[in-house]
């Protein structure tokens, strides 16, 4: 399966910008589907993730309030609704994928498909 990340952009502070991720086949309702952010330097962390049936979504503390996953299953689209940016949430956002949901959902190494990422700058 190959993932493509899109919606990545330039935005001022408590703007908004919406990622999308296609991927090339049909999910399955038992994968899991995850957005993944890396800052400059700093490690891979774990932003927000959902089981595809949309039985349960997850999000870091980061993300919370002001991030959104959702799905559209006739288009096999992952999608991160981000509002209220901040210059923190700078950074390469990648989507990921996985066949059947972990309970480790925030570990990487969980996640063995992923996107080529999709660069997010926030302005101060």
């Known amino acids: 399966v190959q993932l493509q990340a899109s919606g990545g952009g330039l935005v001022q502070a408590g703007g908004s910008l919406r990622l999308s991720c296609a991927a090339s086949?049909?999910?399955?309702?038992?994968?899991?589907m995850a957005w993944f952010r890396q800052a400059p330097g700093k490690d891979r962390e774990f932003v927000a993730a959902?089981?595809?049936?949309?039985?349960?979504?997850v999000y870091a503390d980061s993300a919370k309030g002001r991030f959104t996953i959702s799905r559209d299953n006739a288009k096999n689209t992952l999608y991160l609704q981000m509002n209220t940016l901040k210059p923190e949430d700078t950074g390469v956002y990648f989507c990921?994928?996985?066949?059947?949901?972990?309970?480790?959902?925030?570990?990487?190494?969980?996640?063995?498909?992923w996107g080529q990422g999709t660069l997010v700058t926030v302005s101060s």
């Open positions: 959902m089981r595809w049936n949309g039985a349960r979504t």
């Open positions: 086949t049909r999910i399955s309702s038992n994968s899991g």
């Open positions: 990921a994928l996985r066949t059947a949901w972990t309970v480790n959902f925030a570990q990487s190494y969980e996640w063995p498909y």
